[in-house]
């Protein structure tokens, strides 16, 4: 499924309308199965979020309390104190608007990075590959391994390059294993963003804490712009190759670096493809060394 589950929109607003007489008809939750045919997964981070929501009201009172008595007791604070109560009260307003609306924000920013990715998978196989009716094969490196494999064979490759081939094709499916880990990664960081939002909101209240909000925000917008882009990457590799492979006339039979240019073109977009999360995150956050 293009959407993604564990984070549902749907899910958050039907849970929220449930309870609504009249309404708990028309929004019914079990519309929404997880990817296992149930509402467990889904049910479980929203459960979780509930808590972290809850916790960060329970936060949230505190600090209303302290600077109520802080307030009260104003003679006897110094006036720096008074000036950054005052300065936190504007910021306390905005943390409790968005506490209970950061699971339909992170949701919607990781609904927008899932379908983008495969949006972009698609408008990339139209555009690059869909001559060469490359659409289905993206991700498939079965198969494209199967379909270079064949290309040597009917080059006559020798013992040596097929070596070769083979060493490449290890290197290939390492770097494809960890380009899969890699979009895990991504997205597991967006739903733990998800979750602990409403405490990293509370805790952004606190003075000296300013750059909390933003930096949520800049870290989750980081992230769902990672998938797209590592689904970018790869797919004009794989539109490159399928083009290739659909056009054997080009490659010189028995040439080392008309064979092996397939599965280097493979090899540089896996890698580069994993090192996206780290040049988006380092426009978009700064580099770790420039950060505060």
Do not use: H
Request: proline share 5%.
């Amino acid at each position: 499924s293009k959407e993604p589950m564990p984070v549902n929109l749907a899910y958050f607003f039907n849970d929220q309308f449930k309870n609504v007489p009249m309404l708990n008809k028309a929004f019914a939750a079990s519309n929404y199965p997880g990817p296992l045919g149930n509402l467990n997964d889904i049910q479980v981070i929203l459960n979780v979020w509930k808590l972290s929501r809850n916790i960060a009201y329970g936060l949230m009172s505190l600090f209303l309390i302290i600077i109520g008595i802080m307030m009260i007791m104003r003679k006897k604070v110094d006036q720096q104190t008074v000036v950054s109560i005052q300065y936190a009260l504007p910021k306390i307003i905005m943390v409790l608007i968005l506490i209970p609306f950061s699971y339909p924000i992170g949701a919607t920013i990781s609904s927008f990075a899932w379908g983008s990715m495969f949006t972009v998978v698609e408008v990339i196989n139209t555009t690059i590959g869909g001559a060469v009716g490359a659409g289905s094969s993206t991700f498939g490196l079965g198969t494209l391994l199967v379909d270079m494999l064949a290309i040597l064979v009917a080059t006559s490759a020798g013992v040596f390059l097929l070596a070769i081939f083979a060493i490449m094709c290890l290197v290939m499916i390492g770097f494809f294993i960890w380009f899969m880990i890699k979009i895990f990664i991504t997205y597991f960081k967006l739903i733990v963003a998800i979750i602990a939002s409403p405490l990293v909101f509370a805790f952004g209240t606190i003075p000296g804490n300013e750059s909390k909000i933003s930096d949520w925000f800049k870290s989750a917008i980081s992230n769902a712009l990672s998938l797209p882009a590592m689904a970018a990457v790869l797919s004009i590799g794989f539109a490159v190759i399928l083009n290739i492979i659909n056009s054997r006339t080009n490659i010189v039979s028995g040439v080392a670096i008309g064979i092996l240019i397939m599965p280097f073109i493979m090899i540089f977009s896996l890698y580069y493809a994993t090192k996206m999360p780290e040049k988006i995150e380092a426009a978009i956050v700064g580099e770790p060394k420039k950060r505060r």
